[in-house]
Every structure is written in structure tokens, then in C-alpha cells.
């Protein structure tokens, strides 16, 4: 079982905005601004969209924004595109070097 | 352009080690600014973070894994390559074996870029 919990699925339509959260405790994603976001399309290897809780990489689309609240984390993608479909899992630090990076179970966006 | 390239043993037996190498391209593994991760995901299911190595040596896992892995840097030349071990493996450990630059001369969740992956399968 994850430490950081997603829904197993959100679905939204072209031109909708949708939110998948990252619930995780106070030892994690409360404690560190270190929660990052990747995208993973089928067959494809992970890419990283978000950092730092709400900063983007170089040539990721304004269109993705993070943000947290609390233990939980959060990215939001408006204006929903056919290319959006994907797997979503955020990843955050777990509190101390020893503890080591925690993935969340992954949260399947459908554009319907 | 950075690019990574894992290589290794892609067929094991329960109780075999498992051996990769990551191959760095289009910069060194020499530097401060970055680690250097091993992140795996078995089929059709989520991410799971191995461990990372600074080139320094520094090298911090997974306390789940932390007994049976071993990450390395090759330090000889201009190979610009790490290293997994994973020892007394079982068919738990069958997954898509990626590594990735990890940014940030500290701790970090930022991998990127990854590379293409390597499917491990342990079966007797």
C-alpha cells in the first residue's frame, strides 16, 4: 500500500479542468516542499511535469499547475486535451534521508 | 542532450542478483549538482524508488530494499556509468527497471530525464 494515496481514476471532457490529490502525512508532503508530479502514457517512460510542489519544467505547458495544501498535494490540468490521457503519480519526500522517496499508487486520467 | 541507457541481465532465477548498469551520455556523472536514481515499476502498477548515489559515493535507498541493494558509480575513466545490485531476488522483483538523473545537489524528487527502461522477469 502507497504511503501517498490517489484516486485510481478521474475522467473529465476536452476543455474541462480536472484535480488528482496526493494525500500523504505530516512526516511527508506536510513537512517538505519536495513533491514532484510525472505523466505516463502507456508504454512510455515517466516524465516529470511538476516540482518543488508547483514549479514546471522547461517546456511543460502552462495548462499544469501544482499547489498543497496541508499533507495534501494537488495538480490541476485545465483545458483538458485528447493528449492529457495518461497516468499521473506524484512522489514525495518522506522526511529524512533514511526514509528515503515515496511514489503515490498512480491515478489514471480518462478524457472522455 | 543527457541521455541514459540501462543494460543488464533481463532473465533471472529466485535467488539470483541482479546486475544493471545506467550509461550516461551527452554529460558526466562527475558533478555535485546531481545524483543518480534507480526507480522501478512492475507491470501495470506504480513507482517504486530504489535508491540514489551521489558521484561522491554518498548513497541513500529505499529502507524497504536498503539490505539487499547496492548502487555504484564507476569512478575509472571516462565510462560515465552507475550501477544496481539487488541480491536473493524473487518474482516480486520483476519490473521495468528505469534510471534517472536525480536534480539537486541534495535530497530530491525531480528525476529527469529517465531512461528507457529495462524489463527484469525473475522466474524458475
Known amino acids: 500500500q502507497p504511503a501517498l494515496t490517489q484516486p485510481a481514476s478521474v475522467s473529465g471532457s476536452p476543455g474541462q479542468s480536472i484535480t488528482i490529490s496526493c494525500n500523504g502525512s505530516s512526516s511527508d508532503v506536510g513537512s517538505f516542499n519536495l513533491v514532484s508530479w510525472y505523466q505516463q502514457h502507456p508504454g512510455k517512460v515517466p516524465k516529470l511535469i511538476i516540482y518543488d510542489v508547483y514549479q514546471r519544467p522547461s517546456g511543460i505547458s502552462s495548462r499544469l499547475s501544482g499547489s498543497k495544501s496541508g499533507n495534501s498535494a494537488s495538480l490541476t490540468i485545465s483545458r483538458l486535451q485528447a493528449d492529457d490521457e495518461a497516468d499521473y503519480f506524484c512522489c514525495a519526500y518522506a522526511g529524512s534521508a533514511t526514509l528515503g522517496l515515496l511514489f503515490g499508487g498512480g491515478t489514471k486520467l480518462t478524457v472522455l | 542532450q543527457l541521455q541514459l541507457q540501462e543494460s543488464g541481465s533481463r532473465l533471472l532465477r529466485p535467488s539470483d542478483t541482479l546486475s544493471l548498469t545506467c550509461t550516461v551520455s551527452?554529460?558526466?556523472?562527475?558533478?555535485?549538482?546531481?545524483?543518480w536514481s534507480w526507480i522501478r515499476q512492475p507491470p501495470g502498477k506504480g513507482l517504486e524508488w530504489i535508491g540514489y548515489?551521489?558521484?561522491?559515493?554518498?548513497?541513500?535507498?529505499n529502507p524497504s530494499l536498503q539490505t539487499r541493494v547496492t548502487m555504484s558509480v564507476d569512478r575509472s575513466g571516462s565510462k560515465n556509468r552507475f550501477f544496481l545490485e539487488m541480491t536473493s531476488v524473487t518474482a516480486a522483483d520483476t519490473a521495468m527497471y528505469y534510471c534517472?538523473?536525480?536534480?539537486?545537489?541534495?535530497?530530491?524528487?525531480?528525476?529527469?530525464?529517465w531512461g528507457q527502461g529495462i524489463l527484469v522477469t525473475v522466474s524458475s
Open positions: 534517472a538523473r536525480s536534480i539537486g545537489p541534495t535530497v530530491t524528487t525531480r528525476f529527469d530525464p
Open positions: 551527452g554529460g558526466s556523472i562527475n558533478t555535485v549538482d546531481f545524483s
Open positions: 548515489i551521489f558521484y561522491s559515493g554518498a548513497d541513500y535507498y
